[in-house]
């Protein structure tokens, strides 16, 4: 869940560092969004066959320097050749560094497997790309929407968009449950543009198209729940899901006071 206001390309940044970083922490994922979301949170998308794959092991040492063993949290470099690039891979080949540690969020790519890849530089200005199991990196396969995605942004409308659920928890017995909130009103306003949205049968809302820029989305549920509010920044032929969870108590919750419940997304 993410827990902060406004969805960029650092939190995208942020929840990767985390996930590769050590192997002393379980994997925790923020999310990487629909692809309309996740394609401009990332440096460097495009589809490739795994050429080869190095481990680049991490060992203890001993007093002198010696080493006593291989540790976990290691990084895997993988090569790949890459065979359709749609964002930040030039070249014929490029190479990705994930985690060889689940735990860490690595991702556990095949020889010969052919992927669509979601890297982010890390350290920024290094040039070294990584990805994880946060990233909406895949089997070719399983990468229908994304790559629809990818290829329609050549004719693709000017706009953006901003869409999502608001829902309500109800408890009951041994598992709680997600309850869509219909009619209720969504306001988007940015600088120069303020358009309404009103969830449907299934709590679900989507704006008409917006100039890129910085939105406040605010939900108006039903009279005595918590009114909430999120920023949000949306690219040019991008998108930003934002859903909303309100709860019985009537005060307003803004930026990160409470997360936000994703449904299924619908780019």
């Known amino acids: 869940m993410i827990r902060v206001s406004k969805i960029t390309i650092s939190t995208f940044a942020l929840a990767l560092f985390f996930c590769l970083c050590s192997d002393s922490f379980a994997c925790s994922c923020a999310g990487s969004g629909p692809p309309c979301q996740a394609f401009w949170q990332a440096d460097a998308v495009f589809v490739g066959q795994v050429k080869a794959k190095e481990l680049k092991a991490r060992f203890e040492k001993g007093r002198n320097g010696e080493e006593l063993g291989m540790l976990g949290g290691g990084e895997v470099r993988v090569t790949f050749t890459i065979t359709d690039a749609f964002r930040g891979a030039p070249g014929k080949e490029v190479d990705i560094f994930t985690s060889d540690s689940e735990t860490a969020c690595g991702y556990r790519f095949k020889n010969g497997g052919v992927y669509i890849v979601y ?5 920024k200005g290094s040039g070294k790309l990584r990805t994880s199991i946060c990233s909406r990196t895949q ?7 994304d790559i ?13 968009v901003i869409f999502g659920a608001v829902t309500q928890v109800r408890e009951g017995g041994d598992r709680d449950s997600m309850v869509p909130l219909a009619n209720v009103r969504v306001i988007v306003t940015g600088k120069d543009k303020q358009v309404e949205a009103t969830t449907d049968g299934e709590g679900r809302y989507r704006t008409p198209s917006l100039p890129a820029g910085e939105y406040t989305v605010r939900a108006e549920p039903p009279q005595g729940m918590s009114e909430q509010e999120r920023k949000v920044t949306v690219v040019d032929r991008g998108c930003a899901e934002v859903s909303f969870r309100p709860h ?7 930026g990160g006071d409470q997360s936000h419940t994703k449904s299924p997304a619908r780019p």
């Open 148 to 160: 629809a995605y990818a290829k329609s942004l050549a004719r693709a409308a000017p706009g953006a």
């Open 139 to 145: 089997k070719y396969s399983e990468s229908s929407p």
């Open 248 to 254: 019985w108590g009537g005060r307003r919750l803004r």
């Open 119 to 123: 890297a982010t530089e890390y350290p």
